[in-house]
């Protein structure tokens, strides 16, 4: 059992910067690739980026990629979302989530109760 919680998400303005955090619990972080997603109000809860369990390859949605940074510390069992340059598109709530088998919605083993962000133009 993995329980994650989100922490970091708030207002900021277009153009900010805010570092999103999910602290996992469980001796068996280390075995869970890590993610995040998110999902706008009226819209399907999508992809954002996430990381395998050794933290070698990261993949990025289009939207994020060059603005988003995704890292991970398994000593401190967190995963970690730098959000730069931040756009009111970008205004939703985030989600971590762990998976060991893949990225699909109904592939992700557990899902943190989500984190605000909200980009103001």
């Known amino acids: 059992q993995v329980q994650l919680e989100e922490s970091g998400g708030g207002l900021v303005q277009a153009g900010g910067s805010l570092r999103l955090s999910c602290a996992a619990s469980?001796?068996?972080?280390?075995?869970?690739?890590m993610g995040w997603f998110r999902q706008a109000p009226g819209k399907e809860r999508e992809f954002v980026a996430a990381?395998?369990?050794?933290?070698?390859?990261?993949y990025y949605s289009d939207s994020v990629k060059g603005r988003f940074t995704l890292s991970r510390d398994n000593a401190k069992n967190t995963v970690y979302l730098q959000m730069n340059s931040l756009k009111p598109e970008d205004t939703a709530v985030y989600y971590c989530?762990?998976?060991?088998?893949?990225?699909?919605?109904?592939?992700?083993?557990?899902w943190g109760q989500g984190t605000q962000v909200t980009v103001s133009s």
């Open positions: 989530a762990a998976t060991v088998t893949g990225w699909s919605l109904n592939q992700i083993d557990y």
């Open positions: 469980g001796r068996t972080f280390s075995s869970y690739a």
């Open positions: 990381m395998r369990r050794y933290g070698d390859i990261t």
